[in-house]
């Protein structure tokens, strides 16, 4: 089971080609997950806080963006 990264948080436009009137189209490039990048800010947020171990919060930070990649389907 693949598990939803998000896909890629910062995609860019690979060329006015790939556009109609409706859609545009984002090509993805290798780099940070959406997933990854929520995780991040949920670490930061929790060091300045200076809560729990690191261990413990990486953990709490990935359920943490899990939780918003879910929200943003709603």
């Known amino acids: 089971m693949t598990r ?3 896909g ?6 690979v060329s006015s080609e790939k556009q ?3 859609v545009t189209t984002f090509d993805s490039h290798e780099g940070i997950s ?3 990048l929520f995780a991040v800010l ?3 947020g929790r060091a ?3 809560a729990g171990t690191a261990d413990g919060d990486a953990e709490y ?3 943490a963006a899990d939780a918003l990649l879910e929200a943003r389907k709603k």
């Open 4 to 6: 939803d990264d998000g």
């Open 42 to 44: 949920v670490m930061a």
């Open 48 to 50: 300045v806080n200076d």
């Open 34 to 36: 959406l997933r990854d």
């Open 61 to 63: 930070a990935y359920r």
């Open 20 to 22: 109609s009137s409706e």
């Open 8 to 13: 890629p948080a910062f995609p860019f436009l």
